[in-house]
């Protein structure tokens, strides 16, 4: 069984269909590769929504990045109008005209001057297309759009007929094919082109939610491939389109056993020693004024002192708002930005979609590349999306970095009472380190408290420190626990102070007891020694008594011999 | 139908054409690719019309786009065969085998 699913596996991916890449971003993602290779593919959508774009990246970034010429025939507008439309995305059209490896041609219709009378074919137009294609040799080919014919031509009859034959003819070409067209009532599109292009359409699509739009590419169709099936957003940005597959690329990225300084000494002890991981992503949460921002500052000045680069994401302050807010504690952000190392990058999340701050911090995380990035507070593009679309995003926000093995800050603001353990977004589970800072109010002031919820892959501490923020930077103490109590700030110090006094009472009390007990000691000692010589007095009485009594008795026989001699001394 | 309607047109439109003959020709490029039995039908309807009605002021150019393909875009050629007025003025394309008289003649604008 295992063996027979592994085969079949093997000969899926060997008989894949080739594809040619597009090198729009996350397109040839969703796609497993690209578009076809050698096929026509239709790009549909309603007006204003980047097909014209999409077909011209393609050709674009072909000649660019895969050194496939293209040829690009513009129906709708002229080569002059299409090269001044996306040279604001950076395609310099007229460039890759002169450099052979693009050719636009413009088929103009006017309608007022064509007169048809009987059979036709649309030979000139293959003859066009083939000429166009041999003279660069091109392996893409755009038609932008063919919707244009059937408003020229009347007999729609032949039309349609060799529209089939066109395409059959483009495959025959081998070229890959980018066909745009216009979006049907009900329909893919509005003359049913969708008929002819059997082997991938891909849809797009403008709309507008709570008044801000987001544009979304969905592949209908790919035969004989796997693709996402999902709608993705997509965007037009300065460097071309950029498709975000919702669902990410995968868990592939390699862990570090580096690890980054918090810039807390005592903070990283707690984690272990050594701080974070590189290329985790670590939720710093906490009710206003816990001092989120400050953690991160700190995190970002220990970065930069390292000589590495950070950036930071401001949703709620300015640059200089931050910058002044962090000088009292300390921390000179403005230095580090001047050197170089540090960059703002402020925005108001309504500025723009979800979407669109998402392609701009990969922008900027591109270009500047940063070591660590902050998201300060992740919790504000709530307001511009539902929690759902926030969560997407920051999977992909977070697959993206961890790419590319950059350490991600993110405070989140949680909302006074609310339970501490849960964010709003519900993105704990997508973060590496968590911290909760907390605030403790208790006789007449307020503290700050922090611990580490969870840090994977470290063994952390379980305690909850005090966190001090002073002129002097900031700080993590030792809590006191006092009956099972925890005691902060100048609650702290009064319980230790009241505690030495406790304990000051008791070492002299022991020390009473102790002298008492000398006395005693002493006491029972002269006892003692009177009673032992007494003792001995009644000792050396009683041997001297033994022996007079002793000696008497020797005496007194000795005594009585002698009489004994006298009186019987004539018996001998 | 047919009967009724050249009568009107003809005494309207003679008058410009006489004038336009007078200082010029009447210049046709019919483009064709290859020799394809349409191709031949369409040569021979425009010859046909054009000695019926503006003999001798007129001039046929035959374009082969198999054999100059990069003539294609200059006149914007999409479908063959496909007969472009050059002059007079204003550029008119007449595309099909041409086998409809009456539209081969408004198109041409010398009914």
């Known amino acids: ?572 | 139908m047919k009967n009724k309607k050249p009568p009107p047109a003809r005494k309207k439109i003679r008058r410009p054409i006489e004038k336009a003959g007078k200082t010029k020709k009447l210049l046709l490029k019919l483009y064709v690719a290859g020799q394809t039995p349409r191709s031949i039908a369409a040569l021979a309807n425009l010859r046909q019309i054009c000695e019926e009605r503006v003999a001798g002021k007129y001039e046929i150019e035959i374009i082969d786009l198999l054999k100059k393909p990069q003539l294609a875009s200059g006149d914007q050629i999409l479908a063959v065969p496909t007969v472009v007025r050059k002059l007079p003025q204003p550029i008119r394309k007449i595309i099909g085998d041409l086998s409809n008289k009456e539209k081969l003649l408004i198109g041409l604008d010398i009914a």
């Not at chain 1, 790919?222 to 950029?242: K, M, T, V």
């Not at chain 1, 190392?341 to 723009?352: I, N």
């Not at chain 1, 992740?378 to 950059?406: A, C, P, Y």
């Open chain 1, 1 to 572: 069984m295992a063996t027979n699913a592994q085969t079949s596996k093997r000969s899926i991916t060997s008989r894949d269909l080739p594809k040619t890449p597009t090198g729009i971003t996350g397109f040839d993602e969703i796609t497993g590769g690209g578009l076809p290779k050698g096929r026509p593919a239709l790009i549909c959508g309603g007006a204003g929504c980047g097909k014209t774009l999409f077909a011209a990246e393609f050709l674009v970034r072909g000649t660019r990045q895969f050194n496939e010429p293209g040829v690009f025939v513009a129906f709708e507008e002229t080569a002059e109008e299409l090269a001044r439309n996306v040279a604001s995305l950076g395609f310099d059209l007229n460039q890759l005209i002169r450099q052979k490896k693009l050719v636009v041609d413009y088929v103009r219709i006017e309608c007022s001057e064509i007169q048809e009378t009987g059979e036709f074919d649309l030979e000139g137009l293959f003859i066009r297309l083939n000429h166009a294609i041999d003279s660069i040799g091109a392996k893409r080919v755009v038609l932008d759009t063919l919707e244009a014919l059937f408003s020229a031509l009347q007999n729609e009859l032949i039309l349609r007929a060799e529209l089939r034959r066109l395409f059959r003819w483009l495959k025959d070409k081998g070229v890959t094919a980018v066909i745009t067209a216009e979006r049907g009532q009900g329909a893919l599109t509005r003359y049913g082109l969708e008929e002819y292009v059997a082997d991938c359409v891909v849809l797009l699509d403008n709309r507008v939610v709570d008044q801000i739009s987001t544009r979304r590419l969905r592949v209908v169709k790919y035969r004989g491939s796997f693709h996402g099936a999902d709608e993705y957003p997509f965007l037009i940005g300065e460097n071309g389109i950029s498709v975000l597959p919702v669902t990410s690329l995968g868990l592939t990225h390699e862990a570090s056993n580096q690890s980054v300084s918090s810039g807390i000494l005592r903070m990283d002890t707690m984690l272990g020693g050594k701080g974070f991981y590189r290329g985790s992503s670590i939720l710093i949460s906490g009710t206003a004024g816990s001092g989120k921002s400050t953690l991160a500052a700190k995190f970002v000045e220990a970065n930069c002192n390292r000589g590495e680069r950070a950036m930071y994401f401001a949703f709620e302050e300015s640059p200089s708002q931050i910058t002044r807010n962090m000088k009292s504690v300390g921390i000179d952000l403005a230095a580090l930005v001047h050197k170089g190392l540090l960059k703002f990058h402020a925005a108001r999340p309504t500025y723009q979609g979800l979407e669109m701050h998402l392609v701009n911090v990969h922008d900027a995380v591109k270009t500047f590349k940063p070591k660590v990035v902050v998201f300060d507070p992740v919790t504000n593009l709530t307001e511009i999306g539902s929690e759902r679309e926030v969560k997407s995003m920051l999977t992909r926000l977070l697959d993206f970095l961890k790419m590319h093995q950059i350490t991600a800050m993110f405070t989140s603001l949680t909302a006074g009472g609310a339970n501490l353990d849960q964010t709003e977004l519900g993105v704990s589970s997508l973060m590496d380190s968590w911290i909760i800072v907390r605030n403790l109010e208790s006789s007449g002031e307020r503290n700050r408290a922090l611990y580490i919820l969870k840090s994977r892959g470290q063994a952390h501490s379980n305690q909850v420190r005090e966190f001090v923020l002073s002129k002097n930077g900031l700080d993590l103490l030792d809590v006191y626990v006092s009956d099972g109590e925890i005691k902060v700030g100048s609650e702290k110090l009064a319980q230790k102070t009241r505690d030495q006094e406790k304990a000051l009472l008791a070492r002299e009390e022991a020390q009473v007891r102790n002298l008492k007990l000398e006395r005693f000691r002493k006491t029972v000692k002269a006892q003692i020694e009177a009673l032992e010589a007494d003792l001995k007095a009644r000792e050396a009485e009683i041997r001297i008594e033994l022996a007079t009594q002793k000696q008497r008795t020797i005496n007194l026989s000795q005594a009585r011999e002698l009489m004994n001699r006298h009186r019987f001394v004539d018996e001998k």
